[in-house]
Nanobody
Framework: QVQRVEAGGGMVQPGGSLRLSCVAS????????VGWFRQAPVKEREGGSC????????YYADSVKGRFTISRDNAKNTVSPQMTSLHPEDTPIYHC??????????????????????WGQGTPVPVSS
């Protein structure tokens, strides 16, 4: 049974940090490109960060560049963005997505194409004082 979950969401104060995790079971995540996307109510989904499968290169949207760092832990079968200097605009629901085809997640993040093999159910990150 294939399952993907997000973990680590929770309330954080402005300026604070939080680490999310995309945990996969049933398939080896290191074969997949993995991205983190976010969506606030009444707003369009946007890409945040992603990591490729082939060479583990990382990519970031301008809105999070310099503040978020995405990495893999192959032993735990997870991909995690470390988020720092959070502000209220970072509040949306965060989803992880994975795709086996090289380049799909990166393309999706920058071009707004979201057809991918797997999507997590989402985790909220409320940033509020």
């Amino acid at each position: 049974q294939v399952q993907r979950v997000e973990a680590g969401g929770g309330m954080v104060q402005p300026g604070g940090s939080l680490r999310l995790s995309c945990v996969a079971s049933g398939f080896p995540l290191h074969y997949y490109g993995v991205g983190w996307f976010r969506q606030a109510p009444v707003k369009e989904r946007e890409g945040g960060s992603c990591i490729s499968s082939s060479d583990s290169n990382t990519y970031y949207a301008d809105s999070v560049k310099g503040r978020f760092t995405i990495s893999r832990d192959n032993a735990k079968n997870t991909v995690s963005p470390q988020m720092t200097s959070l502000h209220p605009e970072d509040t949306p629901i965060y989803h992880c997505a994975a795709d086996l085809t090289a380049g799909t997640v990166v393309h999706g993040m920058y071009q707004g194409h979201y057809a991918m093999d797997y999507w997590g159910q989402g985790t909220p990150v409320p940033v509020s004082s």
